[in-house]
């Protein structure tokens, strides 16, 4: 197919530390394939406008930086000429304190239109239509500083013909000096009119860093929807700065049966990589 093949946009931008202001205005006709990199969505236009206000105060609970954000997004379909979806995002309260935890509290009202049906879980499928929910979170980080670090985030709220709970949580430890690892659990808890679903994520991972110059990288992870176990691990070697080499193995196990602790090997990958920096 030609024509229809082109992408353009225009963007403006204040960043500083008290104010934060942007807008960008993009359009990706359908058929558009970068030569580098990669495009999410095309054959769409997309509207972003976003804004924050981060003072600093001086004596305030030990907070060292509070956000309050504003950011209102829209997409509209090239090929049905109407808005696809369009999402405000508000963060009234967004802090972070002067011992490295943070706590943030968020109102995500959303608009989705499907022109045609969508399978969003195994078994339960959305019927093409208009589509308007609320979303709210609340998310709470400790310290990266600390040997052992939480994290929680939990999404709650309408949610397409319904309501979902939505909870990622995750543990991270660090065996001094040079090892670390953590495993996050990702939920979805959602009831429908078109039904009900539960899906989950868990990741785990492990990271061995032998000096500043070699790191072994290692992930693990298995969700119940696609009952697909992977494995990636990733070796990164700074010859010297400026100059990296990396080998990355992946393998991917698919679940025997439901609920099932036998799997079968699918697919192995072998990817190398090396960098050079010409400096002049």
Known sequence: MTGKDNAFGLGLRYPNDLWDLSIDWKQIEDNFRPT??????????????????????????????????????????????????????????????????????????????????FDIAQGVTLPAGEYRFTRWRVEINTASKRRWKFDNDWWFGSFWSGHANQFETGFQYKFAPHFQTGITLEQTFARLTEGHFVTRLFVLRADWSVSPMLTFFNLVQFDNETANLGWQGRVRWIVRPGNDIFLVVGQGWLQDEVRGLRFHATESRIAGKAQYTFRF
């Open 36 to 117: 580098l990199g990669f495009v999410p969505r095309t054959g769409v236009r997309k509207l972003s406008i976003a804004g924050e206000f981060d003072p600093r105060p001086k004596e305030l609970f030990g907070i060292r930086q509070m956000s309050h954000e504003l950011s209102f997004t829209r997409i509209t379909n090239l090929d049905h000429k109407q808005v696809e979806s369009w999402r405000v995002f508000t963060a009234p309260v967004n802090y972070e304190f002067n011992s490295g935890e943070h706590i943030e509290f968020n109102y995500a009202p959303q608009f989705e239109r499907l022109f045609e049906p």
